[in-house]
């Protein structure tokens, strides 16, 4: 009988958990940059290896703010916890504890299945505070090894990949063994678009925007697929700053997309990409039903 488990990979903003996930199953499922709370869905991620199959899920930052957005990101995360055999919590070695560990230490506490403490990024300077953190973690109840990996450069998750394969129960795979993610292509094609677009945009552009594809079709042939999608920011005032001079930002989003989307689909790319503005959508359920889940 092979392993197969559910790994919550969980952590505060910015620790690398989405790089994690990618690192893992060797392919780029979650998009990541480096503002904090890039990730806003559970993102699966799927390593099929002899010893069985384990399924990643990516989980957004633990964020501490009470506004309605983070409060949905925060119950995801708890939800998460509760629907996974193991618990991947991932600390970024190279900042000290953040305040959101607090919070994420009183939600981990109460979990009975096994959490395995990550240190990650240690390809830099680990900062000095992380070991007294640690020794509270362990009085907390969070036993077990500690791993310090480098989601990056791969250093140490050869150990980690089989210390969880070692944890995880028995059983079959839950995922055709040639699947590497679970999600549908308009959420994939949105997420690339989405990092491509927090990538070029700084101040509070990148927590303003969401992308909606309004179009997706296939050429009759099979061999291109088309995109209509919509970048849509809070404010009307906020567009010019992401179509940019003349256009150029837009173009370049479209480019940087239609060229990491040729990579994970079969077909050549043709996205006509557009902005919109949706005043205060982060402050709406029906939006937020839709894009956080
Ligand atoms: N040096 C170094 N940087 C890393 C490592 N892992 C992730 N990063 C960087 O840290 C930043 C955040 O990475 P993400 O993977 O997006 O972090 P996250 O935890 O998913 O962040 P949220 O989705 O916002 O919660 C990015 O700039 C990554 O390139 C690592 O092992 N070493
Ligand atoms: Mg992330």
Known sequence: MT????????????????????????????????????????IRGILNQPEGQLVFVDTPGFHNSERKFNQRLRTLVSDTLDETDLVVYLLDGSRGPGEEERGLLDLLSKQTKPILLVLNKN?????PNWEAYLAEAKERG???????????????????TSAIYELAPEGHPMYPEDYYTDQDPEFRISEVIREQTMLRTRDEIPHSLYVDIADLEESNDGKELWIRAFIILERESQK???????????????QESQKILGKIFPQRIQLDLRVKASPKWRNRDRVLRKLVR
């Open 142 to 160: 969070l036993k077990g090894q500690i791993f310090r990996v480098s989601a990056q450069t791969k250093d140490g998750l050869e150990q980690l």
């Open 240 to 254: 010019g700053i992401v179509v940019g001079k003349g256009g150029t930002l837009i173009k370049e989003i479209r």
């Open 3 to 42: 392993k197969s488990a559910f790994v919550a990979i969980v952590g505060r903003p910015s620790a690398g958990k989405s790089t994690l996930l990618n690192t893992l199953c060797g392919q780029k499922i979650s998009i990541v940059t480096p503002l904090p709370q890039t990730t806003r869905n559970k």
């Open 123 to 127: 390809d830099l300077a680990t900062h």
